[in-house]
């Protein structure tokens, strides 16, 4: 699969924000999906280029899938919470039987909000599975 097949998407969702993404490996589906979310409400591609982000590295783990993309959108959501700070890049990999996540975050205050925060992730229509060619993912977000 070439590196083009990775993406993401928003897609309508009454009142909340949905986020599709798709990538060869399990690991780049649910980046594009973190990705996916964070550019609905903020660009990221604004911050100032002269400011060194603050990288900071999380380690999660999930019983299965789909309990990884669940558990990494909501680090995501608790650290902009509590530190006013949001990923304008996340690289992932396997480790050990969990996912470590690498982010390299931004404040948040600093760049131009586009939409609604999300709260918090729904389980309701939750998916992350391997398929032909690759990794898809769908995750509702509320907002």
Request: aromatic share 2%.
């Amino acid at each position: 699969m070439a590196d083009n097949a990775a993406g993401h998407r928003s897609v309508p969702h009454t009142a909340d924000l949905r986020i599709e993404a798709w990538a060869p490996t399990r690991e780049g589906c649910i980046r594009q999906a973190v990705l996916g979310a964070v550019e609905s409400f903020l660009d990221t591609g604004s911050a100032k280029s002269t400011e060194a982000p603050q990288t900071r590295r999380r380690r999660i783990t999930a019983d299965t899938d789909a309990d990884l993309l669940v558990a990494a959108l909501e680090e995501v959501i608790y650290l902009l919470d509590t530190t006013g700070e949001a990923p304008a890049d996340v690289r992932l990999s396997a480790a050990d039987g969990s996912v470590e996540m690498t982010l390299a975050m931004v404040d948040a205050s600093t760049v131009a909000q586009l939409g609604a925060v999300p709260k918090a992730v729904s389980l309701n229509d939750l998916q992350l599975a391997h398929g032909d060619p690759g990794w898809r993912c769908s995750v509702t977000l509320d907002v």
